[in-house]
Each structure stands twice: as C-alpha cells, then as structure tokens.
C-alpha cells in the first residue's frame, strides 16, 4: 500500500496496487504542469487508488477533451490525471507519495522537448515520445 498527500495535507490518497509504466516526461506540458525540469509519472488501476481525505479540495482542468487534471485548490499540488478513453487507470505524479515506492522507473520520455537548461545525463533508455509499447 502506498499513501501521499498534497504539500498542505488537504488532500490524502492511498494505492493498494502497483504503479506502472512509471516514466519522466520531458514534455513541455508536464513541465508547465509541475514547474520542474520534467514530471514522474505512473499508472495506477482505478479501483487500486482512492481519496481518503480531502475529495472537496480538489480543482480539476482539462487542456484536451476527455482528459482532466486534478490537484489540489488549497496548495495547486498536481494529484493525478484521467483519460476518458482509458477509464481502468489513472496517471499519477509520484512526488505525492509519503510512502516509498517498490517499482522503478523505466525511461525519460519526449526527451527532445527537454529543456534547453536541462542537463541530460542519465543510464535509462531515452525517446522522443512514448515509451515503445505505448
């Protein structure tokens, strides 16, 4: 079980299963999003993840139809994101957990996005979009 929460505390999450396909993403949506270099996500099974404190406090936005990122209204800490085209997962920020994490990640993703400050040096593979089998 992993647990998080917001940078205030407003908003509280637990995941009873495993996070997958955890990536950085270098895209310029992600940076903007998380203010940061790049963004680490993972995918975590919907009926896996639930909010145990703090559902009221969360804003949500959508920058394309169909999906919507939420996070929290009190200190604007990005909690996850949905896809309507893919309801049985959601993507999550892995800043959020409390808690460490077991699984690693496995690429930096959009790397030809990265910013131009960011200096790249790392042993996980690298792509110019999504992971292969993505």
């Known amino acids: 079980m ?3 929460s ?3 505390g407003e908003v509280n999450v637990e995941v009873s299963g495993s ?3 955890i990536i950085h993403c270098h895209c310029s949506l992600c940076r903007k ?3 940061t270099a790049f963004a680490t996500n993972g995918f975590v099974n919907t009926e896996d993840f639930i909010i145990t ?3 009221e406090q969360l804003s949500e936005f959508s920058f394309k139809p169909g999906r919507t990122r939420y996070f929290c209204k009190c200190c604007g800490s990005p909690v996850y994101s949905s896809n309507n085209d893919d309801k049985s997962r959601i993507r999550i920020r892995l800043g959020i957990f409390d808690t460490d994490i077991t699984e690693q990640v496995l690429s930096h993703n959009f790397v030809t ?3 131009n400050w960011e200096q790249l040096e790392t042993s996980l593979p ?3 979009k999504h992971e292969p089998g993505r």
């Open 2 to 4: 992993y647990t998080g």
């Open 6 to 8: 917001c940078l205030c």
């Open 19 to 21: 996070i997958t396909s």
């Open 33 to 35: 999003n998380s203010g």
């Open 53 to 55: 404190k703090g559902q």
């Open 113 to 115: 996005s990265k910013a």
């Open 126 to 128: 690298c792509y110019e």
